[in-house]
């Protein structure tokens, strides 16, 4: 599913415009990316929890060369989901 297909399925579920619709959505995940941005962790109850981590510098291979390269360290979004959700997944 991508996001418009998305907002067509939410759109028919509240009945409500697409455009409307695509403006909630829109605001919706600026507003997680910007919480997630700041460090701070979003929990959806019943879907899951987004949140920060780090990734340690470490030292890989270039696959054309074979050189050894350092990778940097880096942040990362994590995505943990929530029980009702990977019950309803498993179901």
Do not use: C, Y
Not at 4 to 27: C, F, G, H
Not at 41 to 57: N, P
Request: aromatic share 4%.
């Amino acid at each position: 599913m991508n996001k418009q297909e998305l907002i067509d399925a939410v759109a028919a579920t509240t009945r409500d415009t697409k455009a409307s619709t695509s403006l909630a959505i829109d605001a919706i995940l600026e507003s997680v990316t910007q919480a997630i941005t700041r460090g701070e962790a979003v929990q959806l109850i019943g879907f899951g929890s987004f949140s920060t981590g780090a990734r340690a510098e470490r030292s890989g291979r270039n696959p054309s060369t074979g050189e050894a390269i350092t990778i940097p360290a880096a942040k990362t979004v994590k995505f943990t989901a929530g029980k009702a959700f990977k019950d309803a997944v498993n179901a």
